[in-house]
């Protein structure tokens, strides 16, 4: 099956640092990626859609400017936390659509972020 | 608009039967989909439907009636390890999925 990985697993960064989470997808070629954020016992929320070479479509109540997305090639996307605080900590995954499979998601394994 | 709705939390014993139900408005549908997720880790893929009906997968049964806009898990000869929490989502006329918050799976000895 495919497969989507992170990196890194986990992170923690002091408090107005920047953080980068990279997805990349191994065998197979990604138009879209998807970011997510998890709390605990809670479901998945949609932060982003991202798609190669063009800008990612963000949900509402994202900001752009401090969740920056860039999705360089058809198998990586990275997210970057600008200026981490506190209430950033959280799960985040990333999840890979596969253009000959066009109906399902590919999910990376999450990076869980904690910032002191 | 668009909701989906999943119980919270469900209790079964190992060796036994359970079924999650799953139900959902949406103007446009392009297939439900169940989701395996162990705390602390990512999604996996379980089952997709897209047709009335069930689709069975080895222990895992998935069941999709669209005119009721309802669909089911089922569990059969559970396992200690099952215990995990099972996320339904439908994808909507975008493609987009739109996720339940998830049925916690208690699984008893």
């Known amino acids: 099956g495919a497969v989507v990985s992170q990196h890194p697993s986990r992170v923690i960064c002091k408090s107005g640092t920047s953080v980068k989470i990279e997805c990349r997808s191994l065998?197979?070629?990604?138009?879209?990626m998807f970011w997510y954020r998890q709390f605990p016992k809670k479901s998945l929320m949609l932060m982003a859609t991202s798609n190669e070479g063009s800008k990612a479509t963000y949900e509402q109540g994202v900001e752009k400017d401090k969740f920056l997305i860039n999705h360089a090639s058809l198998t990586l996307s990275t997210l970057t936390v600008t200026s981490a605080h506190p209430e950033d900590s959280s799960f985040y995954i990333c999840?890979?659509?596969?253009?000959?499979?066009?109906?399902?998601?590919?999910f990376g394994p999450g990076t869980r972020l904690t910032v002191l | 608009g668009q909701n989906i709705d999943q119980p919270t939390e469900m209790t079964a014993t190992e060796g036994a039967i359970v079924q999650i139900n799953c139900t959902y408005q949406?103007?446009?549908?392009?297939?439900l989909f169940w989701y395996q997720q162990h705390a602390g880790e990512a999604p996996t893929f379980l089952s997709y439907?897209?047709l009335d009906g069930l689709e069975e997968k080895g222990r895992f049964s998935s069941f999709l009636s669209r005119s009721k806009g309802y669909s089911y898990l089922l569990l059969k000869e559970l396992q200690m390890k099952d215990s995990a929490s099972y996320l339904c989502a439908f994808m909507d006329s975008n493609y987009q999925l739109i996720w339940g918050a998830g049925t916690k799976l208690i699984i008893k000895p």
């Open positions: 439907n897209v």
């Open positions: 999840s890979a659509r596969d253009q000959r499979e066009f109906n399902e998601q590919f």
């Open positions: 949406t103007s446009g549908f392009n297939g």
């Open positions: 065998d197979f070629q990604a138009t879209t």
